[in-house]
């Protein structure tokens, strides 16, 4: 067998090596997804005013935790400001529901300058259409996070703003509960 034989069976054989110790793995586990669901990424809104509105999201639902959406942990974070003022919000990830390419997360305000929005339970909707995508939030009819009493977890508006072209773009794992 000449060197360049060698050289190419060699890699392959590393190649399946790795491979089947990645699937015995896997098979170890129980599970070969390590997520059951999740909703990441970043994007300013589009309006046709000067304001300048950004949801971010890092929140996951772990493969173990597939039958309860409760479980999910992570963090969102948004901020909303017009000519300087305004203000911004982080909430603990207390639910998270995916389907197809929509998300519903909820969570509690833990870090904000928006006098009264700590400890306020908040949602937001994430519609995953890839450089399109849309998001909608729970205070959408009341016009701010702090009128949000009583919320119950994983409940929010339908996504009715835009992203902004070209500001980022979220991400969704669709849920798939084993009923």
Known sequence: MNRRTRTAVLGAALLLTAALAGSTAASASGDH?????????TAKLSRSTAEDITFSFDAHLAAKDVDNPLKATGTFRWSHYLHGDGAW??????????GGEVAVVSGVITESDLPGAKGKRVGVTVHDLGRHDRLGYSWASTGSPVETN????CVSSAPFEKVKKGTGDYRVLPWQPEF
């Not at 997804?33 to 990424?41: H, I, K, P």
Request: charged share 30%; net charge positive; hydrophobic share 45%.
């Open 33 to 41: 997804r390590r997520e059951a669901a999740a909703l990441t990424g």
């Open 89 to 98: 919000a982080k909430a603990k990830v207390d639910c998270l529901l995916t």
């Open 150 to 153: 009583g919320l119950p977890r």
